[in-house]
């Protein structure tokens, strides 16, 4: 039975380490006076913290334990959903980011307000707030009260995710995004050299590759499922994955604040990249420990338990406490970036279109007050996740009902020119009523099946919409993609060496994941 008990050394190495963290968030709101400031870091960030900030805000404590916990239970088909991302992430920098960046927007609904009217705007920015509060706010505070109470049995849920959320919300209430991101670059190299180190030591433990395919088969160590897998099945991989992922990289504030906060689009397009290489090696270091969980712990009650259990039964003092600081680098680094988003987007999509004329002083402090008010609702929230079958399902299958209307609506923005308010706002009410109804219909279906019926019944409902109501303004084609804008971009590309093409990039790291994919299907 493994103990689950901290040394002296790995609570003064976690101490340090927060002490550090927090620090570094005051540090950094001595430079933060404008609304710009806080919630853009004004507009300066290069491709390194961008990166780095992506891959430590997407990879959270629920990524660590959801993905090791449904490798445990499942197999290693839950990594299709960190290999696609390469996909979204290239897409993002192709088709969207030009628009996000030559708009200058600080929120991804301001975005469909220029392309559309305010009432997509204000629909979007409600639903992305709840969001990010019951998923990735209340998903990381559980994930980590989840290892914190094996240590400390005696201290109730709510307890912790309430001294957890407080810590993150120090620093982000402090600091803004520049803040979280300078925090977010340290915790994304705590996290890659911890998860590295748990499943380099869960291997040399299991001892041999036979003693893995002795308690596995050929399907659980397939990326590819049958159509009656009831946790990844491949049509649903194909139809349901791109819609959940390109809600999550290429229209959520939650992901994509850092990327509207870059100095200029190559920065932005060279950081998104490097986030989605990142990806790539996560099959090794954070899914595979959940198969060699199987040989060394074959009776765990629950996956969600794998990669705790692991911390404490295979490191030594010390060590422990750095995979420990790791772990807690994912809670903050999941925690400060939605706190920042819904702060963003309380502020600057309610307060400052109801009050334009507020000072750049007073924006910052309403910032600051949602940021504490969103802190206090995911505490509360997090320890309802507990009764839902896993981390993982729970925060897939929410995404499922509620993106696919947003996703239709941006979709159609920027690819179709006729699309206009009325249609976009048709498209984003019909898809969520129609997603309540599903939601409590006697229905078993797949939640990555719900997606693409949400998605094209909105899509269809923007489209009839569009058609019968007056066409955009023709100012909105700006907004729009097309075949003349690709060319213009390949002119610009032929003065620009190899090494720094982001479409040779893209492709060098798309031939990659496709290899590592390949060993596996």
Known sequence: MTSFELDTLDIIVIGVYLIGIVGIGFWVSR??????????????????????????????????????????????????????????????????????????????????????????????????????????????????????????????????????????????????????????????????????????????KVGSWDAVLAVTTDRELSLIQPLDDPALPWLGLIV?????????????????????????????????????????????????????????????????????????????????????IALIAAIMSSLDSTLNAVSTLVTMDWVKKLKPKMSSKNLVKVGRVATGIVMIIGALWAPQISKFPSLWQYLQGVLAYITPPIVACFVLGVFWPRANGTGAFSGLVFGFLTAIVLLFAPLELHFLYIAPILFVLSLVTIVIGSLLTPAPPESTRELVWTASMFREDTERLKGVVWWANYRIQSIILIAITLVVVGLFV
């Not at 709840?130 to 290892?147: D, M, Q, R, S």
């Not at 005696?154 to 982000?172: K, N, R, S």
């Open 31 to 204: 430079k933060t006076a404008s609304e710009e400031d806080y919630f853009l870091a004004g507009r300066s960030l290069t491709w390194p913290l961008i990166g780095l900030s992506l891959f430590a805000s997407n990879v959270s404590s629920s990524t660590l334990i959801g993905l090791a916990g449904d490798a445990y239970t499942t197999g290693i088909a839950v990594y299709n959903y960190e290999w696609f991302a390469v996909i979204v992430l290239v897409f993002f920098i192709v088709f969207f980011l030009p628009f996000y960046l030559k708009t200058k927007i600080y929120t991804l609904p301001e975005f469909l307000e220029k392309r559309f009217d305010q009432r997509s705007r204000y629909y979007m920015s409600g639903i992305t707030v709840i969001g990010n509060i019951l998923l990735e706010t209340a998903g990381a505070l559980y994930a980590g009260a989840l290892v914190i109470n094996l240590v400390l049995p005696e201290v109730p849920m709510w307890q912790i995710t309430t001294v957890l959320a407080f810590i993150a919300g120090v620093y982000t209430i402090a600091g803004g995004l520049k803040a979280v991101v300078y925090t977010d670059a340290i915790q994304a190299v705590l996290l890659l050299i911890g998860s590295t180190m748990i499943a380099f030591i869960a291997f040399q």
């Open 240 to 324: 349901g994955l791109p819609l959940l992922g390109i809600y999550f990289w290429c229209s959520n504030q939650y992901m994509v604040q850092r990327t509207l906060a870059a100095k200029n689009l190559d920065e932005g397009r060279w950081g998104a990249l490097f986030a989605g290489l990142l990806k790539v090696p996560i099959l090794f270091i954070m899914v595979f420990p959940g198969v060699f969980a199987r040989v060394l712990y074959p009776n765990l009650p629950k996956g969600d338990l794998v990669f705790p259990t692991m911390i404490f039964d295979l490191l030594p003092v010390g060590i422990r406490g750095l995979i420990l």
